[in-house]
RNA sequence: UGACCUGUGGUGUAACUGGCAACACGUCUGACUCUGGAUCAGAAGAGUUCAGGUUCGACCCCUGACAGGUCAACCA
């Protein structure tokens, strides 16, 4: 989708919010100024679902010439914790984007949240209530049935005043009062009937410390925040659809500046689970090794997967916006990902699944250093030197010794092209006696064809990746594939929950042999192994041992050749 | 059976606010190629949940069904 917004014309297509926002710049809404925020609970890591919504807001502020403030929704202490903000401001950071001095924290406003009470409670609109959390369920009613007001309901301003107060200075028990919204429990809107503002939680927040005992819920806090930033657009996924009435009633009867609360459709993807306690869940009960598991949709664990910001910008630039629930194919997030890994990836040659292949009539203990093209698509990258010698090790998926039609690889009597190389053509195949399993090959080269082709111009149609036996280096790779066998784990048959999908396979780690070039190299770039897939260096990487996440596989029509 | 929201190819989004549905992914052909990658060319696939209505004309407006989602935490 063009940006066009900036030069005024007009655009189509254009997603709902960017609709609403357009309008109101047409109209001189808000003096036209854009302003955003992305609001994070530091309770868990963000994942991919997160990604959509930090480019929606962040992304919108950009193209409006606009501000996007980040602001952490702390209102729970008890749930909340440093280390989540600091992964969080990584991430953002790392996906691009900048709130520059704009960090922010609900709970900068206890002070502002706790005054504007005292206007609500001054009011008539506002009250100390002393039921039990269990007693307000009992009386909330349900969607069908109104609910009954609270016996407290009708103290007067001094007393809720002085409640409220005495709320403050930690008079009472955690749960023993609750101050209360005055609405309508008769409301067909839940979120109407009377909902708490605040509760009292002894315990020590990760910012104001021991400063308050009463904290402010969501409802309570989100708008006001809102408020006191100037947010213009207000950005928030479709379960808050019900909330915004509370949202507008709060700000209208403090008597506030009022942003407008947009809801949208959060991001679903297939394969995957993305609530944050069902990823709790698998890291906390092992399923996979932390929340940067390379299998987990977090954004730490696609970081570390070899996902680069690019990528999934663009991902979620192009799954669009809308209110209707969706279930984005991993397809694309991984079209996505090829597309920007193949303008960047250093190729390189590695065997995961050796098969030794002896070249007969090279000489004993010659070895030669061959031009490499580090990057076809991208010639800045230059070439390389990569080691040639007599025994070499080719992939065992390259060799068949009854091949069907159209297999283009190695094959007895068969000739192909070893890239960057020679030409070879297999000779003799060498058997294990026993299990009759291959193991070894046995190949003769054309010298003539060295650097991969032959002055007669003949042609072959195979080209494989290959490594010399003698100067190959050892490295671990970490195979990963979906972390579920089924597209929507959450909808799970009778008597299974989502861990019974999950795929037995998603992780192998198997031993290969890649090019010494990489042994020296630069560590935070991507490559490509030809013909294999995406890898990226996995953090556990160390002096001795080379470890490799594959991040994801080329497209492989071969394979699917073969399938049918 | 309450309120609110949403229904367009397999998937996700469009359709200049009423002029007989477009793009991307995926799928399938074929070309090209020192990666069976990339690239390029092409094809199939929806008549817009359904039924009425308004209109010369409806994906778009109205009515009613049907289907899905959200909401009953002192969570966010």
């Known amino acids: 989708m063009e940006n066009t917004a900036k030069d005024g014309k007009i655009e189509k297509g254009i997603h709902f919010i960017h609709q609403i926002i357009e309008d109101d710049l047409k109209n001189g809404k808000n003096e036209k100024r854009i302003h955003t925020r992305f609001p994070p609970e530091p309770n868990g890591y963000l994942h991919i679902g997160h990604a959509k919504s ?63 009470a005292l206007i609500l409670i001054k009011k008539g609109k506002a009250y100390v209530c002393d039921m039990t959390a269990e007693e307000m369920s009992n009386s909330r009613g349900t969607p069908t049935v109104p609910g009954k007001e609270s016996h407290w309901r009708n103290r007067s301003v001094e007393e809720n005043l002085d ?143 070899g996902y680069t910001p690019e990528s999934i910008r663009n991902f979620a630039d192009i799954v669009g916006v809308a209110k209707r629930d969706n279930a984005i194919d991993v397809a694309l997030l991984e079209h996505c990902l090829r597309e920007d890994l193949n303008k960047k990836a250093i190729r390189v040659m590695g065997v995961l699944n050796p098969l030794k292949v002896v070249i007969d009539n090279y000489p004993e203990g010659k070895d030669e250093l061959l031009d490499a093209i580090n990057n076809p698509e991208d010639e800045s990258a230059g070439k390389r030197k990569v080691p040639f010698s007599k025994v070499i090790y080719i992939e065992k998926d390259d060799f068949m010794e009854n091949p069907p039609k159209k297999y283009f690889r190695l094959s007895p009597g068969n000739e192909v092209r070893l890239r960057y190389a020679y030409f070879i053509r297999c000779t003799q195949v060498v058997k294990d006696e026993k299990t009759d399993d ?57 008597g299974k929950d989502f861990k019974d999908y999950l795929n037995p396979d998603s992780l192998r780690i198997i031993t290969g042999y890649v090019e010494p070039f990489l042994k020296n190299t630069d560590r935070d770039m991507k490559y490509q192994f030809e013909r294999i897939g995406y890898f990226c260096f996995d953090k556990d990487t160390s002096p001795e041992k080379l470890v490799f996440n594959r991040t994801v596989t080329l497209k492989d029509s071969w394979a699917k050749m073969a399938a049918k």
């Open 54 to 116: 930090i480019c929606l807001n962040f992304g919108t502020a950009e193209k409006y010439n606009g501000l996007c403030n980040l602001r952490f929704d702390d209102t729970n202490p008890v749930k909340e914790d440093v280390e989540y903000v600091d992964s969080i401001k990584e991430d953002i950071q790392w996906l691009g984007f900048s709130w520059d001095n704009r960090e922010y924290y609900a709970s900068d406003y206890f002070g502002k949240l706790y005054e504007y």
């Open 163 to 305: 409640l409220f107060e005495r709320m403050r200075m930690g008079e009472f028990k955690d749960g023993e009062k609750t101050l209360r919204a005055k609405i309508d429990m008769a409301s067909p809107n839940m979120h109407m009937r009377d909902p708490v503002m605040y509760r009292i939680i002894n315990a020590r927040h990760h910012r104001t410390g021991d400063k308050w005992c009463i904290y402010p819920m969501y409802d309570y806090a989100h708008g006001q925040s809102d408020s006191v930033e100037s947010i213009t657009h207000s950005i928030c996924t479709l379960e808050f659809e019900v909330h915004r009435p509370l949202y507008d009633w709060f700000i209208k009867e403090i008597g506030i500046y009022a942003p407008r609360q947009i809801e949208f459709a959060r991001l679903n993807l297939n394969y995957t689970v993305m609530s944050k306690r069902k990823l709790l869940e698998l890291v906390k009960e092992k399923y996979v090794n932390g929340w940067d598991d390379p299998r987990m949709p977090t954004i730490c664990g696609l970081r570390r997967r």
């Open 438 to 494: 291959i193991i070894e090959v046995h190949c003769t080269y054309d010298p003539a064809s060295k650097g991969g082709n032959s002055p007669d111009g003949r042609k072959v149609q195979g080209t494989i990746h290959w490594v010399s036996a003698e100067y190959a280096v050892k490295a671990e790779v970490r195979l990963y594939d979906r972390l579920f066998i089924k597209e929507n784990p959450d909808d799970s048959e009778e």
